[in-house]
């Protein structure tokens, strides 16, 4: 099934491990030239490298979606590499699992907020007038079950993710007419997660079907959501959990 989207330059920000760069590779699939934003560089030029290794073109580039300029910066230099941006997703995130609110430490509860919710935003913004000027874009946050059901221990994080729902409602709101469209992917447990070791079979449990899920799950459902086919979806939220979020006995 074409998705419409060879060609079209695609911004992954994470994309040097694990949900990123399954997000690199299934766009990549799909004839997007790749922009692979990291904190870790070597990181992204490796993703890079193995996208145009399978015949793919992709770039990588180092980014710390917490500084406004440096992602302005960042951004300038897709563009001037690879063209105007048509495609962010927007998957750069930390995850504390253990901080229950009468233990949170400032210092944890400010960095959960600066990668995970202001990181989305400085990226978005440094991509959404363009894709708004020339009438076509797709913008992908990576919220997370936590957001919607909360977690124990988990309380930085799951404001985080509530956050970009918000986020990402707005800004299709404010993209909707110029075909813009902003939608978040909210997953369950994707394997490997080792910072979900402790209580990683109790959670499975939880699963209607009794697994967790693989990255590429993620970015199948990213791909689409990116793509020609989902042209009139924007606001949603689409839970990739395997039933987690189901009612079971």
């Known amino acids: 099934m074409d998705l419409g989207i060879a060609g079209k330059v695609a911004l992954v920000t994470g994309g040097a491990r694990s949900l ?40 990588g580039y180092a980014c710390d979606v917490r500084d406004g300029a440096t992602v302005r910066d960042a951004v300038s230099r897709v563009e001037r590499d690879l063209g105007p941006v048509d495609i962010c997703v927007n998957n750069a995130g930390i995850i504390y699992t253990v901080a229950q609110l009468k233990d949170m430490r400032d210092e944890d509860w ?39 059901m909360g977690g124990f221990g988990q309380t930085a994080y799951a404001t985080t993710k509530l956050g970009v729902i918000g986020f990402a409602k707005s800004v299709a709101l404010e993209g909707a007419r110029y075909n813009v469209t902003c939608n978040a992917i909210a997953p369950g447990i994707i394997a490997p997660n080792a910072t979900l070791s402790p209580l990683y079979e109790r959670m499975v449990k939880r699963v209607a079907m009794q697994h967790e899920g693989e990255p590429e ?6 791909a689409f959501l990116c793509s020609e086919r989902a042209r009139y979806i924007t606001g949603a939220v689409l839970t990739v959990t395997g039933g987690m979020d189901l009612f079971t006995f």
């Not at 699939?29 to 193995?50: F, P, S, W």
Request: glycine share 12%; proline share 0%.
């Open 20 to 59: 990123g760069k399954a997000d690199c590779l299934a766009l990549a699939a799909e004839g997007a030239r790749i922009a692979v934003l990291d904190l870790n560089g070597e990181g992204a030029e490796e993703t890079a490298k193995e996208i145009e290794g399978s015949g793919g073109s992709a770039r």
């Open 110 to 148: 400010e960095l959960n907020l600066a990668i995970n919710l202001t990181g989305t935003y400085h990226v978005t913004r440094a991509v959404f007038a363009g894709m708004r000027e020339r009438r076509w874009g797709r913008i992908v946050v990576m919220a997370s079950i936590a957001g919607l």
């Open 217 to 222: 799950d993620i970015a199948n459902a990213i």
